[in-house]
């Protein structure tokens, strides 16, 4: 379900943030489907319990989620959080065009880079 990386610079709840939020984008967890409890969650990848609770208080913050009391955590529709998200992104790929562009990448280069292809 989710990978955590120990060498990675970025917290673990951080990486469990990302890994849930990557799985409902791609649609591995769609919305209605029920999450792991806190607990299970924190068992199935041996940390904390307290660093899954705030992985998923930040997705309910963000809207990725929300909390039926009683029922368990559940994913929410994606719509808006997938343009808030596109425009999260378009926000970082913007600077790094514009650097590459300096370096002297030509529109052509550029296009193979974004379809996944060679320079």
Do not use: C
């Not at 029922?71 to 425009?87: D, P, S």
């Amino acid at each position: 379900m989710i990978h955590l990386d120990y060498r990675d610079n970025r917290p673990i709840y951080e990486q469990v943030r990302d890994g849930l939020r990557k799985l409902m984008v791609t649609g591995m967890l769609r919305p209605g489907d029920k999450l792991p409890s806190v607990r299970a969650l924190a068992v199935e990848l041996a940390i904390n319990p307290n660093t899954i609770q705030r992985a998923y208080t930040q997705l309910e913050a963000e809207g990725y989620i929300l909390s039926v009391s009683g029922k368990g955590t559940f994913v929410a529709e994606l719509q808006e959080q997938h343009a808030l998200r596109r425009a999260e992104l378009e926000a970082k790929v913007g600077p790094l065009r514009d650097e590459l562009r300096s370096l002297g990448m030509t529109a052509a280069e550029w296009a193979a880079l974004w379809e996944g292809g060679d320079n």
